[in-house]
Structures are given as structure tokens and as C-alpha cells.
């Protein structure tokens, strides 16, 4: 394993020398995405918040694909992900994804509903 | 079929000795686990969403609710909560350094950098009890109408948050409270409320530079402020004052966002904690040379997994309840 790693990311775009470097390159990457989420966080420019995109704010799109860039390079890196066998890294990756869209998109579909029912239904429940 | 020790096992896949995805079993043990745990916090994550999607239009927003910074005054949205996440991500790099040392069997270097792993997730569990303790004891204060919806108060000339006691009147109190040592019966009730719901109303019809903030968020996508008149009006329905926030009463808003609060960060503090214990333990381990004699660091390894997997929950997390 000790020489096993594989030592490029963004597709080989750029490449390590050692183990140790990756390391401390993909945590700088970390930190920028990060510290790009909090600016964004709060001066929130107007452009984002007043896009909206599938019925969200293009902003917390935004949010979304920043944090999923980043759970990969944690899985990764970190994790030693890109160094498995595929058939692991897929059975990993693709069950907890497959499961976790489905539900939010059950549960999310379904208290839109009930937030429609709140609204417009003839029961009272801010009085 | 027979008992005795066969020979030349690497000829049957049935054989044993295998690591089947070239894993060890450890380490796919912990990736069973660890998927298992990704699917327990999807769970809560999306029925965070699902009560938020419910109640769109008043759920709190994050950013007016964690404000504070420990041993700075004043109104810093997200700063403490991304330092937090800096130094997990910072302890989640000492860690992978450390399994990286274990895979050149260098042994001080791996003691070095899980201590500073261990130091990381001590402070960062610190920095979380003191989130909880703050957002208990409350910021401004608020009240509650019959209805469970909070109604939060603003200075009309500066557009400032206005906290209860800035403009309540004070009365002198009729209501003490009561404690097991008073009275015959050995009852006690909760803490009372620094303000009563009277002094509240008083102070509130006296100052004309307060009005009320309902939960409604407008189309600016901001809480909307009710015009004096409305604020008035809006008063006679309150029932109680509220401040800080528990299970049952939140004076930021809806009580689920409390709950799934408590709920979600407890159940990630819980995971830290654990994380923290586990590594103490490797830790002691990799000193007194376990792995050294056993001649491979591989449980650094999966323990890091665990702590990577930490880190990856609270990036979720702080997107989810910080930043959307």
C-alpha cells in the first residue's frame, strides 16, 4: 500500500510527489471551498438569491455542489477511496446514493404537499 | 470433510485467506459500518428537509441565529461554525498523515500526529458544547402567541434586533418563584422568565420605536416586520415570554428547527466524542508499540476511516443547517 497511492487529482491535472503532499494540497483545496461557502454565506449577492432553480434558490445549489466536491475529495483522499478497487469504491458510493435520493425525494415531494395543505386547507393552525 | 490443516489453500477460493475487493476484513467491516452510519444521518438529514419544506415560509434563518463568537461581542454570522469545521477537517489531516506515517512503520510520527488528531476533535467538541450552551440561554428573547408562533422585536430607527429587557417596563412583581421550601405543598416550578409577559406589553405600548417581527419570511427573503398599528394588534395574542431554546420552546422560530438542532449536532457531537475516545485508545496503542510488533499500522487505518467519515457528516451538516 505504502507506494500504492495514486498521487493525482482533478484527472491528472495535478500531480503529487509524495503521499504527504496530496495530503496538504487537497486540504488547501478544503479550506478554499470552504471559506468560498462562508463569503458567499454571508454577502449571499443578489444574483444567486433571486435565481431559482428546480424551485430552489440557485444559491443553495450552489451550497449542494460545493459540499458534495468536497465530501469526494474527503472520500477520496482521505479515505483512501481512489486507492480501492473499483467494485469497492462502487459498492460504497453508489448505495448510499441511490437510497438517499430516493428518500428525499419522497419526503421533500410529500411535505410540499402537506405545506400546500397548511396553506390552502380549511383548518386554521396559526391562530 | 476432514480436520486436519489442508495445505495449498490459494488454489480454492473457498480456501480462506482471501480478501474479497481487496480489502481486509477489518477494513470492509468498517466500511459496512460506516455506510450504515451514512444512511442513519441521511435519515435525519432528510427529515430535517421534509419539516423545513413543511414549514417554508417560517423557518428560521441560520444565519440570525448563530451569531456569536466566544470572547468576541457583536453579530459575526457563520464565522464560528466554519472555524469549527476548519479545525475538523485540519484534525481529519493530522489523521491521514498519521495512518501515512503507520505505511512507513515511522512510529513517532505516527504518535505526533494522533495527538494532534485527538486535540483537534477535544476542541471541536468544545466549540460544540459551547454552540449548545449558547443557543439555550437565548439571544433576545421572544414571545409566543396561542398559536406556538413566536413574535421577535426590532427597533424601528436602526432596524437592530431588540432584546426583551432593552424596553420591557418593570413592574414590581407579584409573581415570585416558587421553590420546594416555599409554601406547604412540595411542589416547584421551572425558572421563571427575567421578564414577565405584563412587563413585556407594558414596556412594548410605552417605546414607539419597537415593532414586531413575525415568522413569515417575505419575499426578500427576509422576516417580515409588522408596521406599528399591526404590531399592536399582533401583542394581544401572545401568551408567554420566551427566551433561549429547549425541546419545547425556541424563541428563534419553530420549535422543530430546535429539535432537529439538538437532535442532529447531539447525535454528530455523539460520533465526535466517540471518535475522540477510539483515537485516545489507538493512541495509547501506537506508544506502548502494539502495531510496531504487529508489524502493520492497518488499525490506524480504519480507525481513520471512522474520523474521515466524521469530518464528511459535518460537512453535510453545516451545509444543511448553517448555510441553505
Known amino acids: 500500500m505504502a507506494d500504492g497511492h495514486k498521487l493525482e487529482i482533478f484527472r491528472g491535472l495535478v500531480k503529487f510527489k509524495s503521499n504527504t503532499q496530496k495530503i496538504w494540497g487537497v486540504l488547501a483545496f478544503l479550506t478554499l471551498i470552504t471559506a468560498v461557502e462562508v463569503v458567499l454565506g454571508i454577502i449571499k449577492p443578489a444574483s444567486l438569491t433571486d435565481t431559482y432553480v428546480l424551485g430552489m434558490k440557485l444559491i443553495n445549489w450552489v451550497f449542494i455542489i460545493l459540499t458534495l466536491v468536497k465530501a469526494y475529495y474527503i472520500a477520496w483522499d482521505f479515505m483512501h477511496l481512489r486507492d480501492e478497487k473499483s467494485s469497492l469504491r462502487r459498492a460504497i458510493v453508489w448505495t448510499p446514493i441511490f437510497l438517499v435520493i430516493y428518500l428525499t425525494f419522497i419526503l421533500l415531494v410529500e411535505a410540499d404537499y402537506i405545506y400546500n395543505v397548511y396553506k390552502d386547507g380549511f383548518v386554521s393552525w396559526n391562530f | 470433510m476432514n480436520s486436519t490443516v489442508t495445505t495449498g489453500t490459494e488454489t480454492s477460493v473457498w480456501g480462506g485467506g482471501n480478501q474479497p475487493l481487496g480489502a481486509s476484513y477489518g477494513k470492509l467491516m468498517m466500511w459496512f459500518f460506516l455506510v450504515s452510519d451514512a444512511l442513519t444521518f441521511s ?45 475538523l477537517i ?66 424601528a430607527d436602526t432596524g437592530e434586533r431588540a432584546s426583551l429587557a432593552d424596553f420591557a417596563a418593570s413592574i414590581p412583581d407579584d409573581r415570585i418563584i416558587h421553590e420546594r421550601k416555599n409554601g406547604l405543598w412540595f411542589f416547584q416550578e421551572p425558572t421563571l422568565t427575567s421578564v414577565s409577559l405584563a412587563e413585556v406589553v407594558e414596556g412594548f405600548k410605552a417605546d414607539s420605536n419597537i415593532l414586531i417581527r413575525t415568522e413569515q419570511i417575505n419575499e426578500e427573503g427576509e422576516k417580515t416586520l409588522l408596521d406599528r398599528k399591526a404590531s399592536l394588534a399582533k401583542l394581544a395574542e401572545a401568551t408567554q415570554v420566551v427566551e433561549g431554546a429547549n425541546l419545547i420552546h425556541n424563541e428563534y422560530g419553530s420549535r422543530l428547527f430546535a429539535d432537529f438542532f439538538f437532535f442532529i449536532t447531539g447525535f454528530h457531537g455523539f460520533h465526535v466524542f466517540s471518535g475522540v475516545v477510539i483515537n485516545i485508545i489507538i493512541f495509547f496503542n501506537v506508544v506502548i508499540g502494539t502495531y510496531e510488533r504487529r508489524g502493520h499500522y492497518e488499525m490506524v487505518e480504519k480507525v481513520g476511516l471512522y474520523w474521515h467519515f466524521v469530518d464528511l457528516v459535518w460537512v453535510f451538516v453545516f451545509t444543511f443547517f448553517y448555510l441553505v
Open chain 2, 43 to 87: 435519515g435525519f438529514l432528510a427529515a430535517y428537509g421534509f419539516s423545513r419544506f413543511k414549514f417554508i415560509e417560517t423557518w428560521p434563518i441560520a444565519d440570525e441565529v448563530f451569531t456569536h463568537v466566544p470572547f468576541f461581542h457583536g453579530n459575526y454570522p457563520m464565522i464560528y461554525v466554519a472555524l469549527m469545521t476548519f479545525v
Open chain 2, 90 to 155: 485540519m484534525s481529519s489531516v493530522t489523521m491521514v498523515l498519521a495512518v501515512d506515517a503507520g505505511h512507513k512503520m515511522k512510529q513517532n510520527a505516527v504518535i505526533w500526529y494522533m495527538f494532534a488528531t485527538v486535540i483537534g476533535g477535544i476542541i471541536f467538541v468544545g466549540s460544540q458544547a459551547w454552540e449548545w450552551g449558547t443557543f439555550i440561554k437565548g439571544d433576545h428573547g421572544a414571545l409566543e402567541t396561542k398559536g406556538g408562533r413566536i413574535l421577535q422585536f426590532v427597533k
